[in-house]
C-alpha cells in the first residue's frame, strides 16, 4: 500500500488528487495538509470534500513535521503556492518523504533552495510544471517545431481562471524553456509602447478569466503565408 500525504488538500488541484488516490486499489490518504489557521483544521478531509469519511483529519502546515512523523507516507504531494511549498518540501525531505511537486510559481533562488533540499535528504522526486499527458506530448512538438522551422517567429499564449496567483504559467515558462535550449533568443513578457519586434525575441503573453483550467498557445510565424 503506498501512503499519501497531500498538502494544498482543500485547493482544486488538492481536491482532485485525493479524489483520484482514493480510486487507487494500492494507495491511501494518510494525511491532508492546509494553511496554517484553516478554519477546518481537524475537520474529515473525506467529508470536507464531498467523498464520505474518510478517517483521515485536515491538519495544517504548522503540524506537518509531527503529522508525517506520526503517519509515515512514502509520497508527500504539494499543490500549494510556491512560498508554502518551499518550506513543505524542506519539512517533507527531512522526514525522508518521496516527493511529487507540481506547484508553479518558483523564483530562481526558491528552485535551487528545493533541488538543494531534495539533494542533501536523499529523497526522490517528481517535478513538473504540467502532469498531462498531452501537455508533455506537446512539449516535445514545440522542441521539434523550433529546430526544424528555424526562420519562425515565435510566441507563447497562455489563459488560466481568474484565481492563478502565479504568471505566466509554469507551463508557459517551461515551454520558454526549451525554446531557449534549442535556439537563441529572450524572453518578453508582454508588449507595450515602443517595442519592434526583435529578431530573437519570443514574446510570453498572460490572460485570465473566468474558470479556463489552462490553454497554451505557441505561434510560429512565418513570412509567406499569405
Ligand atoms: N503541475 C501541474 O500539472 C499543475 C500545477 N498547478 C499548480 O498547483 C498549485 C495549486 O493550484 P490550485 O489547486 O489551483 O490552487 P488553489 O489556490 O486552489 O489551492 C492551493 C491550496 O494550498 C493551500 N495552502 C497554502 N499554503 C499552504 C501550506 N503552507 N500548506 C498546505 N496548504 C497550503 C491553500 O489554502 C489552497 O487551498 C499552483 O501553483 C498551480 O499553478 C495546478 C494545476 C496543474
Ligand atoms: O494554476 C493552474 O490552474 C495551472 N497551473 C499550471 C501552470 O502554471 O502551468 C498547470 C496548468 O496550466 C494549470
Redesign the pocket.
Known amino acids: 500500500m503506498i501512503k499519501v500525504a497531500v498538502?494544498?488538500?482543500?485547493?482544486?488541484?488538492?481536491r482532485e488528487i485525493i479524489k483520484a488516490i482514493c480510486e487507487q486499489e494500492d494507495m491511501k490518504l494518510v494525511a491532508g495538509?492546509?494553511?496554517?489557521g484553516?478554519e477546518d483544521r481537524g475537520k474529515d478531509i473525506g467529508e470536507l470534500i464531498g467523498l464520505g469519511t474518510l478517517g483521515v483529519k485536515l491538519s495544517?502546515?504548522d503540524e506537518?513535521d509531527n503529522v508525517l512523523k506520526e503517519t509515515k507516507p512514502d509520497v508527500f504531494v504539494d499543490?500549494?503556492?510556491?512560498d508554502?511549498c518551499v518550506?513543505?518540501v524542506k519539512i517533507a525531505a527531512e522526514n525522508k518523504v518521496n516527493l511529487v511537486i507540481?506547484?508553479?510559481?518558483f523564483t530562481e533562488e526558491q528552485k535551487k533552495e528545493i533541488l538543494e533540499t531534495i539533494e542533501k535528504n536523499n529523497v526522490a522526486a517528481v517535478i513538473?510544471?504540467?502532469?498531462?499527458i498531452g501537455v508533455n506530448i506537446f512539449f516535445k512538438v514545440v522542441e521539434f517545431l523550433t529546430k526544424y522551422l528555424k526562420d519562425y517567429d515565435i510566441e507563447i499564449i497562455e489563459m488560466h481562471h481568474r484565481?492563478?496567483?502565479?504568471a505566466p504559467?509554469?507551463t508557459a515558462l517551461k515551454i520558454a524553456e526549451i525554446i531557449k535550449s534549442n535556439r537563441d533568443v529572450e524572453l518578453v513578457f508582454g508588449r507595450y509602447g515602443k517595442c519592434e519586434r526583435k529578431e530573437n525575441e519570443v514574446g510570453v503573453h498572460a490572460l485570465r478569466g473566468g474558470d479556463v483550467v489552462?490553454d497554451h498557445i505557441v505561434i510560429f510565424a512565418g513570412d509567406g503565408r499569405g
Open positions: 498538502a494544498g488538500a482543500l485547493g482544486r488541484m488538492g495538509f492546509e494553511r496554517k484553516h495544517t502546515a506537518m499543490f500549494t503556492i510556491a508554502a518550506n513543505n507540481g506547484t508553479t510559481g513538473s510544471e504540467n502532469f498531462a484565481y492563478k496567483k502565479d504559467s509554469g489552462g
